[in-house]
């Protein structure tokens, strides 16, 4: 049973684009969370989606938006990257209600 | 907001050494995560806590809910190497919820062989 995936491994940036991370949740899960964990920091909540919708945000920026799919699959959109969005991008997924929460082994973006 | 706070924000300990590493919170406790992570990888679930005075263990982890200090305790019994890694402790916004969690900002710990 494949665990949350998400792509790329790594990424790197320049001020200015847009980036586009990618998650594939746990099979069986269908609601989606993202995080921002900056060097020596907790994860910050960005926000969740269920039934392809967003439920709960975070106090991000709306340069950060995302989108979840049928499948379940989830992207996060960051756009005018700043030097101050590099950072260790986690996607959390669970099922329903269930309180057990799993997340991927996370995306390092680095803008320059 | 809630903030948790963790203690030690790191730990070194010699290989069979027992440890505890405390989180508190600024606000009433629903709920506690404990996760692991590696250095730059994503997070592994431990065990959450539900109610006060709530104490699960995975092998030789144990975690317990302290309500009424707004505190939660993790204690790793005979250290191994593999038990090397960043703790982080996560709350839920209300009772029985998984939704936005909260992070503390991790203990590191190192357990020297």
């Known amino acids: 049973d494949a665990g949350v995936t998400q792509s790329p491994t790594h990424l790197i940036k320049t001020r200015g684009q847009q980036v586009t991370l990618r998650c594939s949740p746990k099979?069986?899960?269908?609601?989606v969370s993202w995080y921002q964990q900056a060097l020596g920091q907790g994860p910050q909540f960005i926000f969740q989606?269920?039934?392809?919708?967003?439920?709960q945000r975070g106090n991000f920026p709306d340069r950060f938006s995302g989108h979840q799919f049928p499948n379940y699959s989830s992207e996060l959109n960051v756009n005018a990257l700043l030097l101050g969005d590099s950072a260790l991008y986690l996607c959390?997924?669970?099922?329903?209600?269930?309180?057990?929460?799993?997340f991927g082994p996370g995306t390092r973006l680095t803008v320059t | 907001s809630q903030e948790l706070e963790q203690s030690p924000q790191s730990l070194i300990v010699q290989e069979g050494k027992n440890l505890t590493i405390n989180c508190t919170s600024s606000?009433?406790?629903?709920?506690l995560y404990w996760y692991k992570q590696k250095y730059g990888e994503g997070l592994i679930f431990l065990m959450m806590?539900?109610?006060?005075?709530e104490e699960k263990s995975h092998e030789k982890i144990t975690a317990k809910l302290d309500e009424k200090k707004q505190q939660s305790s993790l204690h790793i019994t005979a250290s191994q190497p593999s038990h090397a890694g960043i703790y982080l402790c996560?709350?839920?916004?209300?009772?029985?919820?998984?939704?936005?969690?909260?992070f503390g900002s991790g203990t590191q710990l190192t357990v020297l062989p």
């Open positions: 806590l539900q109610k006060g005075g």
């Open positions: 959390a997924s669970r099922r329903g209600s269930s309180y057990e929460q799993y």
């Open positions: 989606y269920y039934e392809e919708e967003e439920r």
């Open positions: 996560g709350a839920p916004p209300f009772s029985g919820s998984a939704r936005q969690l909260t």
């Open positions: 099979s069986g899960h269908d609601t």
């Open positions: 606000k009433t406790l629903y709920g």
